[in-house]
Every structure is written in C-alpha cells, then in structure tokens.
C-alpha cells in the first residue's frame, strides 16, 4: 500500500505539473503567434462582454480553437446546427454545469463564455489528474509490474495528444471514464463498470467499442468457475452449476451492453426528434446564428420546412450523416496523395500500435490463436507480469480494432487522441521499450522495485531521482535511441500541438 501510494504521488505531482505548464504555454504561444486564419466553426459572439471577459479571452484563448468551439458553443447555446450532434453532449454538460455552479459567483465580472473557458481549464485539468490516477490503477492490476505501471503512468503525463488533454475537447473525461471503467471491470466491480463505460459513451462514440471489454472479461471469468466446478463439484448438480453460470454471463452480457449502448442511442433519437419532427420556428433562432446558417449552408430545425433526406432512410443515425457529409468520413476515403503530411503525423502513433501487437503475438502467439483463453487455471490467477500477460490480450486486441478503423475510415490524424485517449497500450508499449532498451534505467530484483536512473553526484555516491522522465532529460544525448526516439516524439507532439492548434493552424 505504502508504495502504491508513492507512485500515485509521484503520477499525480507530474501531472499537476504538465497541466500548469500546458495552460501556460499555450497563453504563450498563443499570444507570440498570430491566429491562422482557418475555415473553421466560429460563431458569433452574441452576448455583450463583461469586466474580465478580455483578460481570460486572453489567457485561455488558445483552449477555444478549432472543434473545441462546437463544445462551447453546445454548452452556452445548445445543439442548434445539425453538425453539432457530431459532438457528444457530456461534456458540454459538465462545463455548463461548472459555469453555473462553482463559478457562478464570478457572472458579475466574466459572461457564459469567459466562465465556459474558466471551466474547460479547470476542469480538463482535474479530469487529466483524474484520467492519469485510473490508468495507474489499471496498469497495476493488469500489467503486475509496479515499475512498468508508473512509467507507462508519467508517460501518459508528456501524452502527444496534450493540447487536446487541455483545450475544450472530451478527451480528458473520455480517458477518465473509461480507463476508471475498465479498472472497475478488472477488479470484479460489473455494473459499476458498466455505469462508468456507459457515461463514457455519452462523451464520445467510440464507448461503444469498450463493450468488447464487458464481453470479454466476464467471459473469462464464466469459463474459470465452470473450470473450478469440473474438478470441484461431483453428480448431476454439476449441470445445474454450468447453467447458471451460463445464464449469468449471458445476463450480464446483454444488459451490460444494453447500458453502455444507451446514451448513444439517446442521443441518436433526440438528433432525430430535433431535425424530423422539429418543433422550433425559425423565428425563434437569433437572427445572428441564423445569419452564419444561411451563409455557411448550417441546417437548423425548422417546423415549418421539409424534414432533412437522412430522416427517410430505414436506420436514420444523424451522426452517421453528419460524418459522412460535413466531414467526409468513410472508408479508404482520406487516401489521397494531398493527404500525406497527415499520414506521416500519425505513423508515430500507429508504429507504437503496430509494434504492440506485433511484439504481443510473437510473444504468446499460441494464447492469441485461442483468443487469450488458457487451458489450465493459470491465467488470470499468476499472470506472467509485465507487458506479455496474458490479461493484457484484450487490451491490445482493442488498440488493433481502433488503429486499424481509424486508419482506414477516419481522418488518420486523429489517430494519435483517438488512440491516447481511448487506450493504455501505447503508453505500456513505450514504458516496455524505455525499460528493455534504456541503460540508465536498470531493473533491481529487490523489495523495492522503483523506477531509477543512475548518475553519479560529485562524491561519486548514487543519486536516485524519483521521476525517471525528468531525470532522463539531462542526459538525452546519451540516451539509447530508442530512449530519444520515444521521448522526442511524446515531447515533441506535447509542444507543437500547443504551438499549432491555439492559433488555428492544421494538427493532429
């Protein structure tokens, strides 16, 4: 426990670290670097600023950029264009709902914006420290290795996805819910998993996908009772016990499902309810919204108007429309040569996908042919620790599934938040290589198994650093090059992303 504790010190220190930092820098930056001017979402301001409105504009400007101002436009307007619903509305609520409650004492000095804005700094932050506290969990109780868990942690600190971590993006909460969710799920916790994957899903629509974590872990725990009862339980009783816990699993399963799969589904029906059978007038629309509709072809609700052609069709998913019309998503459709600048910013993110599940395969390739089923009661019992154990399988059979759908039908940029947020792979995946490739980072068979770097003080007395990150930055020349590799990437990326997205300029 008391180890624990001290790496969860450690994680959370760094992380309260890089987010002060990342709030400062991206006012830096923002401010040093005059705005791109970008074909991108920007309503107009209709509400009159007040005292302090200027100065946060100033300060937390940068957060506001690109997608980030559909969520803040969603939580101060509501969803009025029809390419709105392509952004999930948790999000929109808890920073509506900090504006209107821990910051409402400052309505007199700061609008509904500049208290949004306060929000999103607030609050992604402490989502981040939250986020970065359940993946420790969660690489503890998977990986049974405390020293890859911390690193694979602090790593996930300098994320490349940083700016997304800190601007007014889900990806803060999204990674919160769902690596809180996954751990609730590891340690037995089903509906409570359930709960925390489903609210995850009203962040973003890849919670979907996490259903195959609630299909799959139950499974292996159905098929190690039915294992105990063989061997255990003697007669004809043994039918009744293989029954029932058949029956259980299939219970679980469905309404596991069933409830993870609800929010979006609830928003699907309120998209259509909203554009089919509309009930708002235009007149009702303030005229300066309706002016940007009517000049960038934005569809709004309309009673009186005919309802939009997706309605007609026999599964009428809005979100479906909006990325296939407004953002042009779909299969093989971003493969174009003028697409090349995006592909190479996400082949770092996708190398680290393609080298976890290459390494993972080589490694246990008969537990993979099975699906990550063992034959005896030795698995998830003693699990072999570190990155090839055998628990790891369907974390690394999910970083394939979204490395691979988004490769190949999203805009392939994304891949790097889609995946840092969605994921702990890539971050194990490096922790794996720092520790196997590093010769500053050397393991120790003791009681004590901390992360160290050796140097040397004057005296020629060993000094042990806690954070292996910080302390391997003065000797990044000397570093291994996988060491320089991995580290001038996620550090690279946390810098640029802060430089390039606040001033509209293209990003990952």
Not at 4 to 33: G, K, P
Not at 181 to 187: H, S, T
Not at 346 to 363: D, E, H, R, S, V
Request: overall charge positive; some cysteine; aromatic content about 12%.
């Amino acid at each position: 426990v008391t180890s624990m504790t001290m790496d969860v010190r450690a994680v959370v220190e760094f992380a309260t670290v890089t987010r002060a930092l990342s709030l400062f820098l991206q006012a830096v930056l923002n401010a040093a670097i005059p705005d791109h001017d970008a074909d991108a979402f920007r309503p107009p301001r209709t509400e009159e600023p007040l005292y302090m409105d200027s100065t946060v504009e100033w300060l937390l400007g940068g957060l506001s950029h690109w997608d980030a101002e559909h969520f803040l436009f969603i939580a101060e307007k509501g969803y009025l264009y029809e390419h709105n619903f392509a952004f999930f509305p948790l999000y929109p609520v808890v920073l509506r709902g900090l504006a209107e409650t821990l910051l409402w004492p400052l309505s007199s000095w700061l609008s509904v914006r500049g208290r949004l804005l306060v929000a999103v700094a607030l609050g992604n932050s402490a989502l981040f420290l939250l986020s970065v506290v359940a993946l420790h969990a969660l690489s503890r109780i998977v990986l049974q290795d405390r020293r890859l868990a911390l690193l694979s942690s602090l790593l996930y600190c300098i994320t490349p996805a940083n700016v997304f971590m800190t601007a007014a993006y889900s990806e803060s909460l999204f990674a919160a819910l769902t690596f809180g969710g996954l751990f609730l799920l590891e340690k037995g916790f089903t509906f409570r998993a359930c709960l925390a994957l489903s609210i995850a899903t009203a962040a973003r629509s890849n919670g979907l996908v996490n259903t195959g974590f609630l299909l799959y872990l139950p499974s292996l725990h159905a098929i190690s009772q039915i294992r105990v009862y063989r061997t255990t339980i003697k007669g004809h009783i043994k039918v009744f016990h293989y029954i029932w816990v058949i029956v259980r699993l299939l219970v679980t399963s469905l309404l596991g499902t069933a409830i993870i799969a609800l929010p979006f589904c609830a928003f699907q029906y309120y998209g259509y309810r909203t554009f089919c059978t509309p009930s708002v007038s235009l007149e009702r629309i303030p005229p300066a919204l309706l002016s940007l509709a009517e000049r960038k072809g934005y569809r709004v609700p309309d009673e009186n108007g005919p309802p939009p052609l997706w309605c007609m069709r026999p599964l009428p998913l809005l979100y479906s429309h909006i990325q296939d019309v407004y953002w042009d998503v779909g299969f093989l459709r971003y493969y174009e040569l003028k697409q090349i600048p995006n592909f190479i910013l996400a082949l770092p993110m996708a190398t680290l996908g393609i080298m976890a599940a290459y390494a993972y395969f080589q490694t246990n390739p008969e537990l993979c042919m099975r699906l990550g089923l063992w034959e005896t009661n030795k698995g998830l019992d003693k699990p072999t620790p570190g990155l090839f154990n055998p628990r790891v399988f369907v974390y690394v059979v999910h970083s394939t599934v979204l490395l691979v759908f988004g490769t190949l039908c999203m805009h392939v940029q994304v891949l790097t938040r889609f995946m840092a947020s969605s994921s702990p792979v890539p971050f194990w995946i490096s922790a794996h290589l720092l520790l196997l490739n590093e010769p500053l980072l050397h393991r120790r068979k003791t009681s004590n198994p901390s992360v160290q770097l050796q140097t040397h003080s004057r005296n020629g007395c060993m000094h042990t650093p806690q954070n292996p990150i910080v302390a391997l930055l003065p000797h990044f020349t000397n570093c291994s090059t996988t060491t320089q590799s991995i580290l001038g990437y996620f550090l690279s990326y946390w810098v640029l992303g802060l430089a390039l997205h606040c001033n509209f300029l293209p990003w990952t």
